[in-house]
């Protein structure tokens, strides 16, 4: 586990392009794949920073809707913020939670 993290902390500083990052992407798909949040989770964050695949916004929410919905919190907040600035999926403040 601390490799992962260790990984997943190092990717801001490797490129798109690199057999690391396509590597950390395989495992994390694996893992997501079967049902892991906090794996899916780290997938969605890869496609919506464009890590290890291109950047795929509709894919990014697909992930972390599968987190969020396991009661992921950080995913679930991931969601919340997506619906209020409209990426990945139309803007909705009901599904966003945004009073009123």
């Not at 801001?12 to 057999?19: E, H, I, N, Q, R």
């Not at 694996?30 to 969605?44: D, I, K, P, V, W």
């Amino acid at each position: 586990m601390r490799l992962l993290m260790l990984l997943v902390l190092m990717l801001p500083v490797l490129s798109f392009g690199s057999d690391v990052y396509k590597r950390l992407f395989e495992e994390q798909q694996a893992f997501a794949e079967r049902g892991e949040a906090n794996a899916q989770f780290s997938l969605g964050n890869m496609y919506r920073n464009g890590e290890g695949v291109p950047k795929d916004d509709k894919e990014a929410v697909k992930w972390h809707r599968l987190a969020a919905e396991q009661g992921l919190v950080e995913a679930q907040y991931y969601i919340g913020v997506r619906y209020v600035q409209g990426t990945g999926v139309p803007k909705n403040g009901k599904e966003a939670a945004l009073p009123g």
